[in-house]
């Protein structure tokens, strides 16, 4: 179990630090060299590297962004050249459907995630419950959910030139699925929103898909009313997902919230903690028990063991009857073979509860010392 110490106490970032990580991006970046303050490089580091998070908290109130998840997504990249000793940066907002009404119009047209958006009429009001419920539900494209990919970004093969190379690209994720976008690697240019060529069902996802040793993704999908869909989809441009397995909800029109699922070549993990999307909280600005879910501890975790095998692909083995817990990320998955067996074991920073979620308001973030160490 996860727990605060004083141990750490030395390490809240400054209050620069903070404004720095909790502001807003001046500008975006091509190719700025960056300042080395201690030491050099190792030679031999040559490469870059990417990271996705929020660019921006204003939102076009006073207030702000009210949660550490809300801001609109930027990708930064760090390209990092060791016999130079050069560290050269390049950063650029995604170019979302959320991210550019509210460049556009000021204000915010999609809630995120600890967010809602602000609505002065009752007919307004009436749309966007139909609109929330309805991309919950997965019907529509971006209507009802934002897109703004902010969480995660990966690289992925973006098919083959005329010579047969293949060709790159990254894609920038959220927790939906229009919030999927393809960025240019070296520019970090948004090129177009992801598009796949199946006919699988479910805009909720999570943004924090299992990559195997070979490139292929796995994911899941989450449709309230029926169940997770845990996918595969293979590293060839094709964006062709194929379903392995559906898991059913434990509560069908109020789904768990999976931020990320442990997974190895042979098995991915759907791990049903019991914090629920509350559809009313969501879409009416009722407070759930943690912003818009309930945490039902009585209802206990439930692990789906999914088989990737080939030989047993699909298989599900539900594993329930264990105590609440909450997982945000899983740390590591791995089999062991035995003499009685193979065993799966799973990895995790594990609370006994997710009021994490609510610490990480951005008020409770940027207290410093005496709120909560981001
Ligand atoms: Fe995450």
Not at 243 to 256: E, F, G, Q, T
Not at 265 to 293: C, Q, R
Request: charged share 20%.
């Amino acid at each position: 179990m996860c727990s605060s110490s004083d141990e750490y106490s030395s390490s809240w970032p400054s209050s620069d630090a903070a404004a720095t990580a909790f502001g807003t991006a001046e500008a975006e970046l091509r190719g700025s060299q960056g300042t080395i303050e201690n030491g050099s490089l190792p030679t031999w580091l040559n490469g870059r590297y990417y990271r996705n998070g929020p660019g921006t908290y204003e939102n076009g109130t006073e207030e702000g962004m009210l949660h550490l998840f809300d801001g609109y997504g930027m990708v930064a990249m760090i390209e990092l050249d060791g016999k130079e000793n050069r560290a050269t940066i390049t950063n650029s907002f995604v170019r979302s459907s959320a991210y550019s009404a509210f460049k556009n119009n000021g204000a915010m047209n999609w809630r995120e995630f600890g967010t809602p958006k602000k609505i002065h009429s009752v007919v307004d009001k009436a749309k966007d419950v139909m609109e929330t419920v309805g991309g919950a539900m997965g019907m529509g494209e971006t209507k009802g959910v934002t897109d703004n990919a902010s969480v995660h970004v990966i690289e992925r093969n973006a098919g083959y030139d005329k010579q047969g190379n293949a060709m790159t690209e990254l894609w920038a994720m959220t927790e939906t699925v229009p919030g999927t976008f393809a960025l240019d690697p070296a520019s970090l240019e948004t090129k177009k929103r992801v598009a796949f060529s199946d006919s699988l069902d479910g805009t909720l996802t999570t943004a924090h898909p299992s990559v195997s040793d070979d490139g292929t993704l796995f994911n899941l999908l989450s449709v309230p009313g029926k169940g997770f869909t845990v996918y595969r989809m293979a590293n060839d441009g094709k964006n062709c997902r194929e379903k392995i397995a559906d898991v059913p909800h434990k509560r069908p029109l109020s789904p768990a919230w999976i931020h990320d699922f442990p997974a190895t070549n042979e098995f991915a993990v759907v791990p049903e903690m019991p914090l629920y999307f509350n559809l009313a909280s969501l879409t009416l600005g009722l407070d759930g028990t943690h912003l818009f879910m309930d945490w039902i501890p009585t209802d206990g975790t439930t692990l789906h063991v999914v088989n990737l095998d080939s030989r047993q692909e699909g298989s599900v083995d539900s594993v329930g009857d264990l105590e609440a817990f909450f997982v945000f990320h899983w740390a590591n998955a791995y089999t062991e073979e035995t003499e009685n067996g193979t065993y799966l074991h799973l990895d995790a920073c594990v609370y006994e509860d997710p009021d994490i979620v609510e610490h990480l308001l951005l008020n409770n973030i940027r207290k410093g010392e005496g709120g909560v160490r981001p």
